[in-house]
T-cell receptor, first 115, second 120 residues
């Protein structure tokens, strides 16, 4: 079974631009979560989607948004990029909201660099 | 507030020696605990989990972890370290969705991570 796929693997943007990252979950998984990983702040939860609806949200500004499609694929968007948005963005999938005892499975991430 | 602490930024151990990576947690209700490992330029790989039952859980690559409710700890262990175990290790907790204080979901709260360095 294919794992979680994130595209692109690397991105370079400049301040003020916007970016869209993509995530394809494991087949059959309906819950997708996004995390930001930085050396200073570690791994921080951005948001979680299930059945095309945002179910949980972390403490990030409104510049960070996401969506989920009917095939469970998800995208996250960051507008008006700031230098501090440079990070590894990780997507994770799990079977569903009720399967709390199941681990999340992570993709290899998108490395976003802001110049 | 829910939180996870990994008190050591780095753990150094010689190959063949036992290793321990420490984790403590604070949550409302029963914790669902996980350990993940991250290699350079890769995502997180699941190692093991504790949901309920035996306090000693076994996982991938010879790793195990001991859940201690009274000490709110979930330390990762391995009897004999390998150089290839060198990586960044994360402890994570998922809140009990049945507890009234918690919101249902699968999101994880992570510790800051511990770098394990195994020397040959």
């Amino acid at each position: 079974k294919a794992g979680v796929t994130q595209t692109p693997r690397y991105l370079i943007k400049t301040r003020g631009q916007q970016v869209t990252l993509s995530c394809s979950p494991i087949s059959g998984h309906r819950s997708v979560s996004w995390y930001q990983q930085t050396p200073g702040q570690g791994l921080q939860f951005l948001f979680e989607y299930f059945s095309e609806t945002q179910r949980n949200k972390g403490n990030f500004p409104g510049r960070f948004s996401g969506r989920q499609f009917s095939n469970s694929r998800s995208e996250m968007n960051v507008s008006t990029l700031e230098l501090g948005d440079s990070a590894l963005y990780l997507c994770a999938s799990s079977p569903g909201m009720r399967e709390s005892n199941q681990p999340q499975h992570f993709g290899d991430g998108t490395r976003l660099s802001i110049l | 507030a829910q939180s996870v602490a990994q008190p050591e930024d780095q753990v150094n151990v010689a190959e063949g020696n036992p290793l321990t990576v420490k984790c403590t947690y604070s949550v409302s209700g029963n914790p669902y605990l996980f350990w993940y490992v991250q290699y350079p330029n890769r995502g997180l790989q699941f190692l093991l989990k504790y949901i309920t039952g035996d306090n000693l859980v076994k996982g991938s690559y010879g790793f195990e972890a001991e859940f201690n409710k009274s000490q709110t700890s979930f330390h990762l262990k391995k009897p004999s370290a390998l150089v290839s175990d060198s990586a960044l290790y994360f402890c994570a907790v998922r809140v009990d969705p049945l507890h009234k204080a918690n919101q249902a979901g699968t999101a994880l709260i992570f510790g800051k991570g511990t770098t394990l360095s195994v020397s040959s």
